[in-house]
């Protein structure tokens, strides 16, 4: 299965691109085996100012047929990083060819994405900045790849 990081703004050259790259460098080397691979991020500037209803319009361009779309959203629902490989490890076993995960501005996603997501994943109540949101997004994503790999980078 693709895996495509959907994201409104564009990241500069900065620490969290460094981790960000990092991480989703790791998961590419070991995700391959488990049938995960991963789509260069797609960035997404509104530039009319038209806000979550432009932006929404602008990501669904992107999106694929019959893929399954993961919405980060504060109001979603908090996973352990074992269910979230599962979500993935899952949806591979299904023959889903294509996940896009969608990562909102600063005013959130539009309705339209998030009624049409498969699931709506928060990393807390707490807002998050964007690029930080990134950076964890990443990370579970390597951390997803070892969970399904055995390796001891994640403990219980």
């Not at 432009?54 to 893929?67: D, I, P």
């Not at 294509?98 to 109540?125: Q, R």
Request: hydrophobic share 40%.
């Amino acid at each position: 299965m693709k895996i495509s990081i959907s994201a409104i703004g564009r990241l500069r050259k900065s620490p969290e691109k460094e981790l960000i790259d990092d991480y989703l460098s790791r998961f590419s080397k070991l995700a391959k085996p488990f049938g995960l691979s991963l789509n260069p991020i797609i960035e997404i500037e509104d530039k009319k100012g038209g806000g979550p209803k432009a932006e929404a319009q602008l990501l669904t361009k992107h999106f694929q047929k019959n893929s399954k779309i993961i919405a980060l959203d504060e109001r979603g629902i908090s996973l352990s990083s074992i269910d979230f490989s599962d979500y993935l490890s899952n949806w591979v076993a299904d023959g889903i060819g294509h996940c896009h995960l969608v990562i909102g501005g600063a005013d959130g996603l539009d309705t339209t994405i998030l009624e049409k997501s498969n699931l709506k994943l928060s990393f807390g109540k707490m807002v998050w900045p964007h690029m930080l949101v990134r950076v964890m997004l990443a990370e579970q994503l390597y951390r997803a790849a070892t969970i399904l790999a055995g390796s001891p980078y994640h403990r219980e």
